[in-house]
């Protein structure tokens, strides 16, 4: 599993060189597998397209220090309000794997944030990951570069 999570993180960095977006985001979450536990995140996402509004792929890549770790792709929508504020949602399908069980995941997540500068974006942004044996639900406060 780590040779896997390397391969794409190497891929992801690679990717960087486009016109895109690497978003990086640390919170906390809540897992529920046979009991509920609390867990720090953390959160690598790369974004193609990310500088329009609307959807756009994105790879993400979400390691909690309980031992589970979120591999996942999808689509991520982002659409300005109000001046520099914006809000942005999005659908992963992709692997939370424990120990050595790896379960199909979907991830959903919802967020808002303001933009500073041309390049660069914090939002505050919530994500519930759901697999057959657990659930995941976290808080995270994520800074966006744009390549």
Sequence with gaps: MKA????ITLWVLAQA??????VAAIGGSEISL???????????SYRFNAS??????????????????FVGGGMIGRWRFSGRW????????GV??????????????????RTFGDR???SLGVAQIASDDARVASLTLRLHFEM
């Design 4 to 7: 896997v999570l390397l391969g």
């Design 17 to 22: 060189a486009q016109a895109g977006e690497v």
């Design 34 to 44: 046979d009991t509920a536990s609390e867990s720090g995140v953390a959160e690598l």
């Design 52 to 69: 329009r509004d609307g959807f756009s792929p994105d790879v993400t890549i979400a390691a909690f220090d309980s031992d589970f770790l």
């Design 86 to 93: 914006f809000h942005e949602a999005g659908a992963q399908v």
């Design 96 to 113: 939370l794997s424990h120990d050595d069980d790896a379960d199909p995941a979907i991830r959903v997540t919802l967020g808002v944030g």
């Design 120 to 122: 660069t974006r914090a």
